[in-house]
């Protein structure tokens, strides 16, 4: 079966300007296509080829009571473009249609008519799709497309050789999920700090941030991998929703009602700590994390202050 296939091509970038000493760098054009990606790819073109034709069918539907028919032939052909172009199927598809002139004749003036009345002709015009066709050549090639993906390294052959790229690409997600919860989660931007220390400080702080849920999601993923577990409760709006992928963002929301309730008398010592206890999925994630509620349980049993 195969894996993957692809080939690459060098070339070589040069900094916008004239000046003669503008910067010029290598780099290679490393293009993949791996069946794995291209098979869903596929499906989802016939599904929107599926849904295309019947909607352009239904946009001139036979004569009946209750049907409304496009009478202005620039109407339908603004309609037909609007349908191709919303599943993404333009230029994929041949629509061949119709106007119809009709006249009517009817008499005029009020009552019954009769062979001496005035008569008088009534044109309508009705735009019809007559024919839906698939363009055999433009979905082929379109097909030969799916899967393909471009990449751009200045690493050497002799460092990253074409298949090693291809591999990398395959772990470039859990890479990409990282700085997209920088950008998002944990937004980096704006940073309303201006001195260069601050700046500094700040991107430390959010990058410690992001691994910190990194590490826990892997772990609490991980956990869950040995005897096929799945986790319940992480999911407020279906309670009954299992999961074996849990995202470091839902396993924060499971403690979002933790609370500590410290009561202090007039002098200002403590005289009580109350936790919020926890839950059966509480306590499961906090030892499947490796940290056991006992860690938790600590932060009522400490000492009172005096």
């Given at each position: 079966?195969?894996?993957?296939?692809?080939?690459?091509?060098?070339?070589?970038?040069?900094?916008?300007?004239?000046?003669?000493d503008a910067a010029a760098w290598h780099e290679r054009v490393v293009v993949v296509r791996s069946p794995l990606p291209a098979d869903p790819q596929a499906a989802g073109l016939e599904k929107r080829l599926c849904q295309a034709e019947p909607t352009l069918a239904a946009l001139t539907p036979p004569r009946g009571r209750g049907k409304r028919h496009i009478t202005d032939e620039a109407t339908l052909v603004e309609a037909i473009?609007?349908?191709l172009k919303a599943p993404?199927?333009?230029?994929?598809?041949?629509?061949?249609?119709?106007?119809?002139?009709?006249?009517?004749?009817?008499?005029?003036g009020r009552g019954r008519g009769s062979v001496h009345r005035e008569q008088r002709g009534i044109q309508q015009t009705r735009s019809h799709i007559?024919?839906?066709?698939?363009?055999?050549?433009?979905?082929?090639?379109?097909?030969?497309?799916?899967?393909?993906?471009?990449?751009?390294?200045?690493a050497t052959p002799q460092r990253l050789s074409l298949?090693?790229?291809?591999?990398?690409?395959r772990n470039a997600d859990p890479v990409e999920r990282i700085?997209?919860?920088?950008?998002?989660?944990?937004?980096i931007a704006p940073l309303f700090v201006k001195l260069n220390d601050q700046i500094e400080g700040l991107t430390y702080l959010l990058t410690l941030g992001v691994r910190v849920v990194t590490v826990m999601e892997f772990g609490r993923r991980r956990s869950l991998q040995p005897d096929h577990t799945t986790l319940p409760g992480l999911h407020p709006e279906n309670k009954t929703k299992m999961t074996d992928k849990p995202t470091a963002e839902r396993i924060l929301k499971a403690f979002a009602a933790v609370s500590l309730a410290i009561i202090k008398n007039a002098a200002g010592a403590e005289i009580l700590r109350r936790l919020t206890p926890l839950s059966g999925v509480q306590e499961d994630i906090l030892q499947r994390l490796g940290l056991g509620a006992s860690l938790y349980?600590?932060?009522?049993?400490?000492?009172?202050?005096?």
């Open positions: 079966m195969l894996a993957a296939e692809g080939y690459e091509v060098a070339r070589t970038g040069h900094a916008p300007g004239d000046a003669a473009a609007v349908v993404r199927v333009d230029g994929l598809l041949s629509v061949r249609w119709e106007t119809q002139l009709e006249q009517t004749i009817r008499s005029g007559t024919h839906i066709a698939r363009q055999a050549d433009p979905i082929a090639m379109l097909r030969q497309r799916l899967g393909w993906k471009a990449l751009v390294t200045n298949q090693e790229a291809g591999l990398c690409y700085f997209n919860r920088l950008k998002s989660r944990v937004p349980r600590q932060l009522e049993m400490q000492e009172m202050r005096t």
